[in-house]
């Protein structure tokens, strides 16, 4: 459900309808300044961006993301955001499945107690040698451990994509805001989550990061 409502929501195209609504948004003067958008003809509200795939300005553009085969905006982030905890969920019950699995069918047959000679001739069981339980493992349930090599690594990558998201909503900006910030930081000034860190509102060439930014949280909300 998450994954349709990311991909057919209008992710926040910028019509000659929906502009009055999106121009409330105040220009910062640092990383957006009013101006026509040479290919839709229209103004472009402060942090919308054409899309050439989408064929628009998308109004608090994020990303385009090919998984969804559509832009990531103001209307449609939360969803996406939600279409990321699901994969997250389902590669975390995925590791967690094949680690039962594979705990049940060794208890049963009792694998733990196998016994093998080591290099020093000793007598030894699986149960005390992870790397030769993996061995054993890799050769008479390959393809289950190569599942769940992929749940983990599937499930790393989700984590890391909605940590870096919710860090993003945290600081009010989105995806492709950061990109911009950095050219004001590197030009001497200060991006928004730097003074929220820091524990203040902060400034950034004279405005607030109140001003500049959606706020905390924010960027889950239509405008």
Known sequence: AAFMAASFTDPGLVTPASLPAYLATPYDGLTNRPKTCSTCHLQRPARA?????????????????????????????????????????????????????????LTRRGVWRYRFIDSRGSSRTLGESPTVLLEWLVVHYGTQVLLGVLFVALAALMASFVGYHLWLVSCGVTTYETYKWRDVRRAGGRAPWEAYQDGDVGTVEGKSSSEVVAGRGAALLPP
């Open 49 to 105: 961006k054409h899309c050439n795939i989408c064929g628009g300005c998308v109004a608090r553009f994020d990303h385009h993301c090919g998984w969804v085969n559509n832009c990531i905006g103001a209307n449609n982030l939360r969803w996406f955001l939600a279409f990321l905890l699901g994969n997250l969920v389902m590669a975390v019950y995925g590791v967690v499945l094949i680690w039962w699995v594979l705990k049940e069918e």
